[in-house]
Structures are given as C-alpha cells and as structure tokens.
C-alpha cells in the first residue's frame, strides 16, 4: 500500500471487545482522504472506543488498522506520538483545561510540541480563533464559556497543529439551533478550505446528513450501512431504516427485557 | 503553563520560611553539637556514685562549660560507674590532680561535672584518669547523715 | 464456607495486585521526574505553591495551637513532679519527632492532598487527560510528576514550620503566661535535644511527603470518571494516607529508636 493511496484510514477485521462483552466484530472501514466520513450509530455503539482504537489509546483483540499504509500496531512509542500530532480531535464536551484561559488552551499544542516563538504562537492562535470567529473571547476562562463556544475553542485547539485528520466526538450534541449551525458550517468549511480528511461521530442523522460526504451505519459491532447519506436513507434494510427514520420500534426493541406484562401485574396483585 | 509573577515569589517566600525554620529547629533546640565540630581530647573518671548524670551533661571549670560527657557506664572491673568525657581543645592546661564533682544546676535542675583545678605541673590528655571524684549528692544519704548528726549532737 | 474462604482470597489477591500497581505506578512518577525538573521547572513551582504556600494558613493555625496545648499539658504534668523547668524540652522532643511529621502529614492529606484527587480525578471525568493524550502530551509527565514532586518539595518545610510555630505557641503559653523561667526553657530544651532527634523529624517529614503526595495523585488519576467517582477518590485519599503515615510513623520510629 503507498502512501498516498485515496484511503487514508484502513480498518480490517477489527475485533475488540472489553472484559466479556464484545464491541466490534468482523469491522471494516475506510475513509478516504479528503472527505468527511460519518460514523453513525445508536446509542452505545462503541463510537467513541472506536475512535480510542483508531487513535491507538486503546488496542484490539484482533484485526488490524492502517493509517497512510502504515499499520499503526507495528509504531514505537515515539513513532505513535508523531502520529498523535497529525490527528486534531474535538471532544464531546470540548475537554478545555479548566485552569488555562482560551487562548492558552488552544496555544498547549504548540507550546508542548513546538519551539515557537511567542510571537509566532500569538499569530496562529489568533489565526485560528478568528477562524472560528472567537478572537474577541482569547482572555476568557473555560468556565466563562457556553456549550456552543467552548466546543469551537476546542476546535481550534484541535487546528492549531494544521493536523492531516480532524475527528469530532458528538460535536452536535445538547447545542441550540444557532450553534449547531455553526459548527456545522465549520466542519464543512475547514475540510474543504485546509484540504483535511474529517471523521465525525454523531447520532443526529439530520445534520450529519448535510455534511458528509460518506457515512457507515454501526450496529451491533459490524458496519451495518455505508454510503453517500441520501444512499443509507432508503436503504432498504430493517436497522438502517430505523435509525435513519427515527422509529422507536424496530430491530432496536422498545421494551427493555421485562418478565410477561400480565403476569407480572396479576401476580402482584394477588399478594 | 504561565507563571505568573504571585506564584513564584509565593513559592520563594514559602521555601525561605521552611528553610528558615529547619534553620532555626537545627540550631536553636539542639545544644550537644556545638561541642562535636570543636577539636576535643577525651578523658575518663570513676565515680562511686552517679546520680542522675546523663550523657552530653556540660562539664564546667568555674561555672563555664569546657566540654561535654559522652558516655555513663558501669564498671564491671572496677565496681563503680565509669564517665567518658570530652574537653575542648583549647583548654589544654588542666592539672591532672584536679576534682571531678557531680553537681546540680540549681535546686532541682540537671547535673553536670564540675571540674575544680588541682596544683600539679602536668596536664589532662587524651586518655588520661581524672582520679579525683567526688560522687553526687544522694538524698536519702544526706538525710541519713542528717539525722544521725542531730541524733547524737541534740541529746 | 468456601465462599467466605474465596471472597478473602480474592480481597487478599486485589489488594495485592493494587499494591503491586501502586508500586509501579510510584517508579514511573520517578522515571520521569528527573526530566520535568530539568526541562519544565516552572510546573514543580507552581505546584509547590499550590501544595505549600497555600497550606500555611492551616498548618500555622494548628501548629500553633497543638503547641500551646503541649505547652499546657506539659506544664500540668510535669508540675506534679516538680519538674515545669523542662517544659521546653518535652515540647520540642515531642513536636520534633513526633507531632510536628504527624500532624502536618494529616493536615496536609486532608487540604492539599484531597486538593490534588480531587483536581486529577475532575480533569479525568471531564476528559482533559484524554484530550492531552490525543494531543500527544503524556497526562503522566504534564500533570501527575510536578503534582507530585510539589507536595514531596512542600512537606518537609511544612513540618518544619509547624514544629516551629508550635514551640513559639508553647514558649508563650508556659514562659509568658504561666511563668516558667525563660532561661529554663531553652536551655533545658537544648541539653535535651540533639540532631538526630531532628534529623528523625526530617526523614519522617520526607517519608509522609512521598507518600500522601503519591496516594493523593494515584487516587486521582484512577478514580472513577464520575461526580461520584470523584468524591470517592478524594475521600480515600485522606483516609488511606492517615492510616499509611500513621504505620509508617511507627514503623520509623521503631527503626530509628
């Protein structure tokens, strides 16, 4: 595989699972280079230990995942932490450090693994927070911060090291209208401006349906769909359906594992 | 992480004070050590009674501390306590026929050796014998001497 | 039976294991302090300012009042034997070697350590370790090491100034309030310490330092990453470090005795 192959992340037979219940089995996955590739899926899923595995904090049982044509197993410790800096990862509740105003947050890369300047440092920092359209709030604290703007600070401190991928864990989640908006238009504007490949976790169809170029459908620890978003929405298939539709009934039971109704009140009652 | 100006000079005020009180602490509570930079010469004497002698008790010539008692110890030869004591250096034209008291600090305070110098025209050395003592002062004999005294002189 | 037989095999096994992982844990903090002392001082510092500077407060308070107690008992009790003149001494004999390493020892688990649980264990639950990982800074050496080198740095000076204000708590208490001679006071106090007494004070002060420094970061950076979890940390700290100095401090003091 060479290296400027137009799929960027490889996942092969991925097998994981944690203690004895198990995750993923038998997943594959490719995201091509330069597009935005959604991850969707229900609720506990395993999304977000997928991107742990993708980012090698965790490890699989079996299978094997390759970045750039590299199998990411076979990286030493210092080759896996110059793989780290390629990747820029939004989390689900922007993850600032609450003791650091905006605009160190979003400086930590740069002061941790660069040698620049504080000049040059103060020039990409503001560089970046005016493209998130948040240069006035540098001197604010985390704390000061609403969802909305806490989420796109940590987009930029997830752009401040002009990675190859930018990963967004949930980034529409619990966000008014506005907000969401917002990121949305980001998420489409830095992937297209900065020539990047974006993986976006979400469960909100509607919105990811807008931006993405690609998206699998996870279920059970397969991949259960993939395609262009207007492809999975009339898939033909039961759990396709039910996500994409927002069906409360379905391969995804309703009733959570319960004893038989009658019984149960009846048998109470003639205590 | 910035570093702002309030965190270090609170740091350095913080470490001045602790390493200002381990100073005070080292120096100000112990006593011993002043002795154990100092050159000293030992000397060894018996006493048939020690009292409450400890070790590092000061030994004094006319009220000024001269040295120190390193060691209190039975005699099993001799049958009586043996005293190691060291004397500064500088005070190396002590008689060797000089008295080694045991003496208490006031009323009730601690007790030390007091030295009262002899005539002869040789000197104290390392390893030399004080073989002039005088025992400590026991209570319960001084009553006893007490009462036979004014037993027999108050008929 | 055998259930009770198997459920004290598996405590005994998980204690064991824990211990071990608490061991390992401990080296890997000093594998990596050299490095973060020479390259990222300033983090030390600020950490020795967050676990010292800001702890004087509690710990002069109380060290001056667990003097001046001191100084009272003592004095009551000795009177009894005629002897108030040593007051000095047995206060400083006792802060030196015991009081003053112990009490600062709790008093510091109770403020700085659950301080540091409690602050490792927020940024765990909020996934600011994660979000330094991904972001290729290893949590262990940014915020573990300094959190841990500031508290073993601030221990010692921290008993010290302890012991130090609680003998100026005692000196007020029994030469200037309840009159024992001044003179006496010191004088008694200096015949009757000697170095070692406080180079035993200092070793259990560094000894305390290390180990209610590590349980405070090992708690936080392995508690549960819930509200719950967090509190949990923060309250094992304390009560696990009391019991470890307290051993400790015996154990010490035997060896040293």
Redesign the interface.
Known sequence: MDGTSENLIEIIDLKYSRGSRVIFEDLNLTIKRGEITALMGPSGTGKTTLLRLI?R?LVPQQGAIYINGVDIATLTQQEL??L??Q?G?L???G??????NVF?NVA??LR??TKLTNRLIRHVVLTKLHAVGLRGAADMMPAELSGGMARRVALA?AMVMDPEILIYDEPFVGLDPISMGVIVRLVRRMNDALGITSIVVSHDVAEVSTVADRSYLISDGKVAASGSPDELKTANSEVVRQFMHGMADGPVAFHFEAPNYAEQLLGRDSE | ??QTRSVEIGTGLFVLLGMSALFFLTTQTTGGEKFSAVETYEVEAHFENIGSLKSRAPVAMSGVTIGRVTSVSFDPLTLDAKVMLVIDSQYDQIPDDSDASILTSGLLGSQYIGLQAGGSETYLEDGSEIYFTQSAIVLENLIGKFLVNAGSGGD | MRALIRDTYDTVHEFVRTFGAFQLFFLRLLRHSPRIVMRRPGLVVTQIYNSGALSLVIIMVCGFFVGGVLGLQGYSNLARFNAEDSVGAVVALALLKELGPVITALLFAGRAGTALSSEIG??KA???L????????NPVR?ILVPRFLGGVVAMPFLVAIFTCIGLFGAHIVSVDLLGVDVGAFWQQMQASVDINDVREGVIKSFVFGVVVSLLAVWEGYNAIPTAEGVGRATTRTVVISAIAVLILDFMITAVML
């Open positions: 980012t904090q932490y110059q780290r800096q990747f990862m989390f689900q509740n993850a600032l450090l609450t003791d650091l160190e930590f890369p941790e693994h401190r | 992480m910035q | 927020l940024m909020t996934d600011q994660s979000a330094m990982e991904m972001m290729a800074v940014r």
